[in-house]
């Protein structure tokens, strides 16, 4: 924390002095950063044109619970909250009536806030143009229909508690863990979870499944997680989305890049790097390192006799090459280090990109594949999926018709 109290002093003291063409923050500057770090937009805005007026559904294993608006509405919006109401809910999940709120939100990372940090989102969200937008009702199946369930889930599944500094750390290291745990939330998806839906917290950061996508292994084992990146490797992931021969943000990943992490300075982004590479490694049994796997199709794909090679001229290849080697904005599927895309024990996230595609903006690029949702059956998709892995990717990674079936109905 001694770099933000530090801040804050150059802040104060420019305020009272002056400092020549440095402008201090406002508040509701700070505010607007940190609902950016805090990712509130991806859960909260359903529709991109009314910017966190809630109605997208988050789904979950008991059912789907929708996002309420949060702009300053005073009726369906969280306009005529007092701050207390608002920090109340954010760390202890308990809205504006005292009912309990589902750790689909998760304020289980957020109780980590400071009141400042905290009181400056809430100056912001104060001043996002108000929209009337009630919240749609949870799909959620008996009993976890029944929100005062939740009282009982908080005793097992959360720690309440601000972010306690440790002093033996560097400041970076603090700053990192801070944001890591607490505002970017990236254990909510990237820790596996219990059969009650809490965080397996002996676990922590070693990779999980959300709406189906895989999520990788963020310690710093060499094979299984983060070790053999660079830093520079992981910056570019974290502010472009790209790094090329390492990873593509995908799916709910994309979403984090475009709405949060692209936007958090290389400091911030350096402090959460380096909080990373100090937790402790894990490896997973039976991991190979991605680039290991596969192979450019030395000869022409269209002379290659089965459904799935038929399937990747005509879907795939135009951009990805016949060879597989990519180009240019197109990534090669062959040695490359895809993130459980290929060269990942499961096909998940290569079945998923096939179904949704990429739509990924961010400041200075618009990563861009068509989805084949709508042009490609389970079937094909299968055969297909299979093609890749064998050719591409790992070959022991298989896939059919219903897995595809399975990934195609999960809400996004
Ligand atoms: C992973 C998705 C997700 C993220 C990220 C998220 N929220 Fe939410 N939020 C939800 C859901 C879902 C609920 C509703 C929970 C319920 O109905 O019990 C909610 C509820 C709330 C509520 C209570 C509103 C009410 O009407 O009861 C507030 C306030 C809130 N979120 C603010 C935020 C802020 C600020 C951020 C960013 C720091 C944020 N949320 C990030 C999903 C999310
Ligand atoms: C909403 C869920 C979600 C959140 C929150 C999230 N991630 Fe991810 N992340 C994913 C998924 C899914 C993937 C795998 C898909 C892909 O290739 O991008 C991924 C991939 C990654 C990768 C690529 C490495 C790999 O092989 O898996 C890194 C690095 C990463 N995330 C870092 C972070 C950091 C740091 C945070 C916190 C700021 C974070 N993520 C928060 C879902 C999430
Ligand atoms: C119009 C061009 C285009 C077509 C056609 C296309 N892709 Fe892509 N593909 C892309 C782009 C662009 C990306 C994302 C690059 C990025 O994230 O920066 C991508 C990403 C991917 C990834 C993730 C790569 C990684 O390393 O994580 C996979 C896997 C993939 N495509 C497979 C396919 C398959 C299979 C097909 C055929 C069904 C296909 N693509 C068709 C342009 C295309």
């Not at 104060?126 to 937008?133: E, F, G, I, S």
């Not at 984090?256 to 290389?266: D, E, H, I, K």
């Not at 080697?325 to 096909?347: I, K, Q, R, W, Y």
């Not at 896939?399 to 996004?412: E, G």
């Amino acid at each position: 924390m001694k770099t933000r109290l530090a801040g804050m002093v150059i802040a104060m003291a420019c305020f009272a002095l002056g400092c020549g063409g440095v402008a201090a923050q406002t508040q509701t500057q700070q505010g607007e950063y940190l609902v950016r770090a805090g990712g509130c937009m991806s859960c909260h805005t359903a529709d991109p044109a009314r910017p966190f007026a809630g109605g997208r559904p988050i789904a979950t294993p008991f059912g789907n619970v929708f996002a309420p608006n949060i702009t300053s509405d005073r009726e369906t919006g969280i306009g005529a909250w007092t701050d207390a109401q608002f920090i109340r809910a954010m760390r202890e999940g308990i809205g504006r009536n005292g009912e309990r709120l589902y750790p689909a939100f998760p304020y289980t990372a957020y109780t980590l806030l400071t009141d400042a940090d905290l009181l400056a989102m809430r100056a912001y969200l104060a001043t996002v143009p108000p929209v009337r937008a009630p919240t749609p009702r949870n799909t959620l199946s008996f009993p976890f229909d029944q929100r005062w369930l939740m009282a009982l889930w908080n005793l097992v599944g959360f720690s309440p508690g601000r972010f306690v500094p440790d002093r033996s750390k560097s400041a970076e290291w603090n700053r990192g863990a801070y944001l890591v745990e607490g505002l970017g939330h990236c254990g909510e998806c990237h820790t596996p979870r219990n059969w009650v839906g809490a965080l397996k917290q002996s676990e922590r950061l070693t990779g999980a499944t959300v709406a189906g996508w895989r999520a990788g292994n963020l310690t710093p084992a060499r094979v299984a997680g983060i070790g053999a990146w660079r830093d520079d490797e992981l910056l570019r992931f974290l502010s472009t989305g790209a790094a090329p021969g390492r990873a593509y943000a995908l799916g709910p990943m994309a979403e984090v890049v475009s709405t949060s992490t692209q936007f958090l300075t290389p400091a911030d982004l350096r402090a959460m790097i380096a909080y990373l590479r100090a937790v402790p490694p894990v490896e997973v049994k039976d991991v190979r390192v991605r680039t290991s796997f596969g192979q450019a199709t030395r000869t022409d794909i269209t002379a290659l006799d089965s459904d799935g090679a038929r399937l990747y001229a005509a879907a795939c290849a135009s951009c990805h090459g016949m060879t597989g080697e990519g180009g240019g904005p197109f990534p090669p599927l062959v040695h490359d280090g895809v993130t459980g895309a290929l060269g990942s024990a499961t096909t998940n996230n290569l079945v998923l990109v096939i179904l949704h595609g990429v739509n990924r903006r961010t400041r200075d690029a618009h990563a861009l594949m068509p989805a084949f949702d709508a042009q490609l059956s389970d079937e094909q998709i299968a055969e297909l999926g299979n093609f890749i892995t064998r050719q591409f990717g790992d070959p022991r990674a298989t896939t059919d018709a219903k897995a595809v079936a399975r990934l195609r109905s999960t809400t996004q």
